[in-house]
């Protein structure tokens, strides 16, 4: 089945960031950004949500430049869609990571990933800097210690920026 999930991000009364899944509905058909367009404004109809529409976070796929259109046409003219439509950063990031493992194009690398420029250490074969990152992971989560530790470090170095603020922080500026 092709399915969507539509989520609202918002800021509570209380100034609270909050997350609320609206909606995880069926696409009949296929996911033409038309089609999509359609299941979403009916789930903006039905929360009564359509004149508190912000920005669309979505990938990078082009059928979702043409869904925001869809939506914003029919729902809020006044709005312009390219300056609505933000880039999923996980998945720009995914994509990324997976060009970088497989030096091969990211769109196309759904296969078994296949490193090279490996070499033998210890009996085992390892590509180096993958090798480097693995082994840190495997040593923070081998006890529940480590892991509050790099935790607490993850969250002490996060908190405050070069300027004072929170990088993660929806009022950073």
Known sequence: MSMIGIVAHFVSKSDEAKDCLLGLRRVIGSHSGENMAETIIHVIELYELQDRLGYFVLDNITSNDTCVREILEYLQPRLDPKKRRLRCFGHILNLAVKAFLSGKDPETSGQRI??????????????EALGKLRDAVTYIRRTPQRREAFMKLVNTSSEMGRDGYRYNSMFSA
């Open 114 to 127: 296949e490193l090279e420029f490996e070499e033998e250490i210890g009996g085992r074969k390892k590509p």
